[in-house]
Structures are given as structure tokens and as C-alpha cells.
């Protein structure tokens, strides 16, 4: 069965930088678009960025771009989130999740893993 | 930017329908889709796509609907099990930019 598996969260200052990892199994990643969304404890879902199956297209949220880079290795069924500049809003638990639909017709998210926390903070 | 507008809460007492609604001027071109998500910021679960479209396994309880620029969650029977954080989802007027509602927090009387 599919499995989503986030690792790589934990406690940095601001300013710095974290590299999210996110372990595919039960599908071939490179079939799928993949994104990363975020919540921020006690708050609601934002969607952060997604990339195409060969990683080359990619869309990100206002409020990351520059900052965070999604990006993928298909030979090793992972998926990464590069964050730097990181500051207090950007805490929270980050979701990977396989995407279906198309771009500009219902892209939508059918998996997700469990989270990994982020919190940044001095 | 886009949103998508949801009331902050729902209550309903068990055997009873909830009707959780989403509105945001996208969604007369685009799909509406509704997860869940249990308390303790679990992994949120896909119950509607394509407005009104059900994945396999997702009780026939809950159903979508969609008229203008609002998407319905409606979950019938409901049971002490739904209480849950309930999104909206969808995108910006391009399609290329996902958004979610704020969420409604659906309680169990």
C-alpha cells in the first residue's frame, strides 16, 4: 500500500536552514506530482509547493518562494523540501502528500504522511 | 490572494445531518475537495473529490455537492467517530495555486 514517511524536522534558530525528507513506498514516484503542506500548531492547512514526476515544473506559495525549494530523487523514492531563512511562522508539522489531477483542473492530494515538526525558534 | 471561506465550527447531535459549507469565488470554475483530519494534527484523510466524487473506502455517509461558488460536505448519520477537524479545498482561478479553507471543526453533541 502507498506510505508517505517524513523525516529530517526538528528545532532551528531563525535564520537557519532544515532539509526535509519524504520516503515513498507502494507507487512509482516519478508517475506522481508531490507537494509539501504545512500547519502551524493550532491552525488551519497552507500548501507550501509541488513538483511534476521528473521534478522539472514546480510551483510554490507566496509566502515560501525564495525561501523553501521542493525537489525530488526519483531513483531513491524521495521527495525533499529545502527551507532556509527560516523564521517563527514557518513552525509547524509539514505534510508530504501525492497529488492528483492535473495542473489547472483539480489538483488535489489522495496521500499524505504522518508530518514531521519544524519549529523554529532562538 | 484567494480563500476560501468556512465557518469556524458545526455542531450536531449524533444520528443527525451535518452540513459544512465552503464558499470562495473560485469555485464556479474550479473543484471543490474536503479531507479530514482527526484531532492531534493527524495525517488529513481525501472524503471528496471533483465536488462530489467519493474515493473508495470513504463511507457512503458523506457526500459532496456544489451550486455556484459553494461546495457542501454533507455527512448523514453522523456518528461520535466524525468529530473531526473538516477542510475545503481548491485552487486559484488558474488552477495552478491550491488553497484551503480555514477549516470547520465539526463537534458531537
Known amino acids: 500500500q502507498v506510505q508517505l514517511v517524513e523525516s529530517g524536522g526538528g528545532l532551528v534558530k531563525p535564520g537557519g536552514s532544515l532539509r526535509l525528507s519524504c520516503a515513498a513506498s507502494g507507487f512509482t514516484l516519478s508517475d506522481y506530482y508531490m507537494s509539501w503542506i504545512r500547519q502551524a500548531p493550532g491552525k488551519g492547512l497552507e500548501w507550501v509547493a509541488y513538483?511534476?514526476?521528473?521534478?522539472?515544473?514546480?510551483y510554490s506559495a507566496v509566502s515560501v518562494r525564495g525561501r523553501f525549494t521542493i525537489s525530488r530523487a526519483n531513483a531513491l523514492n524521495s521527495l525533499y523540501l529545502q527551507m532556509n531563512d527560516l523564521t517563527a511562522e514557518d513552525t509547524g508539522v509539514y505534510f508530504c502528500?501525492?497529488?492528483?489531477?492535473?495542473?489547472?483542473?483539480?489538483?488535489?492530494?489522495?496521500?499524505w504522511g504522518q508530518g514531521t515538526l519544524v519549529t523554529v525558534s532562538s | 490572494s484567494y480563500e476560501l471561506t468556512q465557518a469556524p465550527s458545526v455542531s450536531v447531535s449524533p444520528g443527525q445531518t451535518a452540513r459544512i459549507t465552503c464558499s470562495g469565488d473560485?469555485?464556479?470554475?474550479?473543484?471543490g475537495f474536503w479531507y479530514q483530519q482527526k484531532p492531534g494534527q493527524e495525517a488529513p484523510i481525501l472524503l471528496i473529490y471533483k465536488d462530489t466524487e467519493r474515493p473508495s473506502g470513504v463511507p457512503e455517509r458523506y457526500s459532496g455537492s456544489s451550486s455556484g461558488t459553494t461546495v457542501t460536505l454533507t455527512i448523514s448519520g453522523v456518528q461520535a467517530a466524525d468529530e473531526a477537524d473538516y477542510y475545503c479545498?481548491?485552487?486559484?482561478?488558474?488552477?495552478?495555486?491550491?488553497?484551503f479553507g480555514g477549516g470547520t471543526k465539526l463537534t458531537v453533541l
Open positions: 513538483n511534476s514526476g521528473s521534478g522539472t515544473t514546480i
Open positions: 502528500a501525492r497529488v492528483l489531477g492535473s495542473v489547472g483542473n483539480g489538483v488535489h492530494f489522495d496521500q
Open positions: 479545498q481548491s485552487a486559484d482561478i488558474s488552477g495552478s495555486y491550491p488553497v
Open positions: 473560485a469555485l464556479s470554475k474550479q473543484f
